[in-house]
């Protein structure tokens, strides 16, 4: 899981431009519980500065509130996370984003 984390990051970090990123929980398996702390801290901990908004797509509750104590721990400034359920909610996120990026 660190190994994907670090791959998707590393093509992050060779964007010149702010980067939003959309998960799609639906589509992959929960990481094994002994998992899960440890990689979303990993995550948030190591996030690249060009990383801006993220969504998320089908999340379980817990999974929700440990995302948002990580967020809120290890990443200053503006980040924003977002829990969806449908890939419409994801999709009016997103341009509501890039409209305010452009429009900045």
Not at 4 to 24: F, H, N, P, S
Not at 47 to 58: C, E, K, L, S, Y
Request: charged content about 25%; overall charge negative.
């Amino acid at each position: 899981m660190i190994e994907a984390l670090d791959t998707c990051y590393g093509m992050i970090r060779e964007k010149q431009y702010k980067v939003l990123i959309l998960v799609d929980t639906r589509l992959a398996p929960n990481p094994p519980n002994n998992q899960v702390l440890g990689a979303f801290r990993y995550a948030w901990a190591n996030i690249p500065d060009n990383a801006d908004t993220f969504v998320t797509i089908g999340m379980n509750f817990f999974l929700e509130q440990m995302s948002t104590i990580f967020n809120r721990t290890f990443v200053p400034g503006y980040r924003k996370g977002f829990f969806v359920r449908t890939e419409e909610e994801a999709q009016s996120i997103i341009e509501r984003r890039l409209k305010e990026i452009e429009d900045s």
